[in-house]
Structure formats: C-alpha cells, structure tokens
C-alpha cells in the first residue's frame, strides 16, 4: 500500500497533476486522484509525513530534474510539476505545522536569495522546520539581501536560512552576510544555506555558519547552531 501510493504520487508530480482535475502532461487523466488526494490518502492510511515527502514529493521533482536536463521535459512541464508539489505540500502542512511547537526551539528568518524564483526546496525546508518546533517566518523568493536583514532585526531571529538554486545567484548568499556585518548584528544571528549548487565549502568560503544537503539537515544544523549560541 505504502509503495504503491508513493508511486502514484512520484507519477502524478512527473504528470504535473495537482488534483483530480487535472488532464496530466501525456494522457488524459482526469478523474483519477491526483497528488493532493494521493498525498491525503496516504496521510489517512498512516503514512508519515516524512515518507511522503521524501519518497513522494520530492522523489517525483527530483525525477522532473533530471528529465529536464535530458532533454525530455521542458520549462512548462517543470513548472506544473512544482504546482503539483506545491498542492500535496498544502496537504501535508496542517499536520506537519506546529508539532513541536510549544519546544520553542528558535525563530528562523527563511528566504530564497535576489534573483533567485526557485521554491519547492525553500519550502520543504519551512515545512520540516516547523514540524521539528521552530518558528518559521518565510520571506519567499527574489528577497534582496537588505530586506532579508531587516527582517532579522524585526522578528529577533536567531538564524537565518537562505536558498539558492542558480549558480548565478548562489554568490547573492554572501551579500546577505556581508550586509549582517554592515549592520553590526552579525554576531547575534546565524547563517546557514543550502540548494543545489551550494556546498559546505561554499558556506565556509562566504562565512556563513552551517550547510544543509537536505531538509532533514537543515533541521539538524539548525538545532545545532541555536544551541550553541543562536539569540533565540
Ligand atoms: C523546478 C525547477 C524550476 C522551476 C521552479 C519552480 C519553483 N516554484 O521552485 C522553474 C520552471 C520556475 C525554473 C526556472 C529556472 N530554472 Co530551474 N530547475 C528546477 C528543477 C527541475 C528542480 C528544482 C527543485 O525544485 N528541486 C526539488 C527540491 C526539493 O530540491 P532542492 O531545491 O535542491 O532543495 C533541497 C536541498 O537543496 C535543500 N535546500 C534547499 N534550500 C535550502 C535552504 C537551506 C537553508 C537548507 C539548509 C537546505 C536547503 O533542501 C531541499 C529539500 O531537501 C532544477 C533541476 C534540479 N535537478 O534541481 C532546475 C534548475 C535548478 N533550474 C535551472 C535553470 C537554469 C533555470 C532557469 C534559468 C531556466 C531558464 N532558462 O529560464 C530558470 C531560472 C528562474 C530564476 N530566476 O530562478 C538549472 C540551474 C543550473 C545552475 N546550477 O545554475 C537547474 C539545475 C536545471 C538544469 N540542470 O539546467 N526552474
């Protein structure tokens, strides 16, 4: 049950099917579930949230990437695909949101940099975020480095994620950390990053404090570095 419900929904993301309605990028396909009530199904049969995430969601748009780079997919395919994702992602929120909640672990300022559209990880890393107990205040996409820092200033945040999918706009990582220094506030909030083609010596060259590969990392480096010093 479990396999085959994380197959449909690995199909229904590659088909760029957000819901029942939705024709499908090869067939017809409408009326057969889609990746909200796949995702639904499987939370109603038991399946854990980090199941269908990894072995669901983000399987699918893993596939949906190397299908664009052979070739197969283009643009708009990948951009259903990421809908698809977005609407099983909206599913999944209500149970992952505020799980650990009353831990309080910290309050993390969360953006994807200048320049910069891609969101499906970013996401994924609030998501995971908030299940684990932190306080999460999502920036979006394209936030230029100033107002990424203002945001610090106001919410109080302890740690600050940022998101880069683009070789073009990893390098905007470090204006954010050059402009906490600026401000005098660098000491009093942590950086950590991660996309793509971003890398632990990246983080290091920029002077940022922390890498994730992942979601699951992101989480492990974040509750790492506001337990050694964070401000939250
Ligand atoms: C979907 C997608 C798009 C969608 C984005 C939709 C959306 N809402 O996000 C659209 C169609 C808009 C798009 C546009 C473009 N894209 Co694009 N896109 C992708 C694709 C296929 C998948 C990315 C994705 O969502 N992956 C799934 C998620 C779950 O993984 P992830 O993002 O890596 O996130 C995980 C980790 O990295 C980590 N993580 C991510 N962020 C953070 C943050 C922190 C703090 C931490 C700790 C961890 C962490 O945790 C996440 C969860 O596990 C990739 C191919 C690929 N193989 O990655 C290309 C890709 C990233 N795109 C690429 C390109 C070139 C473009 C365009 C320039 C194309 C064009 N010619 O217009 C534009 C640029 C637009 C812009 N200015 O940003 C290239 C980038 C090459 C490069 N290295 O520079 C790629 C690699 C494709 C390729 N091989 O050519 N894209």
Redesign the pocket.
């Known amino acids: 049950m479990k396999e085959k419900l994380m197959e449909s929904i690995v199909e229904n993301v590659l088909q760029g099917r957000r819901n029942e309605e939705d024709e499908g990028i090869e067939e017809d396909y409408t009326g057969k579930p889609g990746v909200a009530e796949l995702t639904q199904q499987a939370l109603d049969n038991g399946i854990d949230t980090n199941t269908i995430l990894l072995d669901g969601l983000?399987k699918g748009?893993?596939l949906?990437?190397?299908k664009?780079?052979t070739g197969e997919y283009f643009?708009p395919d990948?951009?259903t695909?990421?809908e698809a994702?977005?609407a099983g992602m909206e599913v999944m929120e209500p149970h992952l949101a505020g799980k650990g909640e009353s831990e309080g672990k910290g309050k993390v300022v969360?953006a994807t940099v200048e320049?910069?559209?891609?969101?499906?990880?970013?996401n994924?890393?609030c998501i995971m975020l908030k299940g684990a107990g932190f306080s999460v205040v999502d920036l979006g996409i394209?936030v230029p480095s100033a107002r990424i820092v203002e945001a610090v200033e106001e919410e109080k945040a302890g740690l600050i994620?940022?998101?880069a999918?683009?070789?073009?706009?990893m390098v905007n990582m470090e204006d954010v950390v050059k402009e906490l220094e600026k401000k005098g506030i660098r000491d009093k909030v942590k950086v950590?990053?991660?996309?793509?083609?971003t890398s632990e010596d990246f983080a290091k060259e920029i002077g940022a404090d922390?890498?994730?590969?992942?979601?699951?990392?992101?989480i492990r480096?974040a509750e790492q570095l506001l337990k050694t010093g964070g401000d939250s």
């Open positions: 983000s748009m893993e949906v990437g190397q664009y780079e643009i990948m951009l695909a990421a994702v977005e969360m320049k910069d559209l891609h969101d499906i990880g970013k994924l890393v394209d994620g940022l998101s999918l683009l070789n073009t706009t950590i990053i991660g996309g793509a083609p922390g890498y994730g590969k992942d979601a699951f990392a992101a480096v």
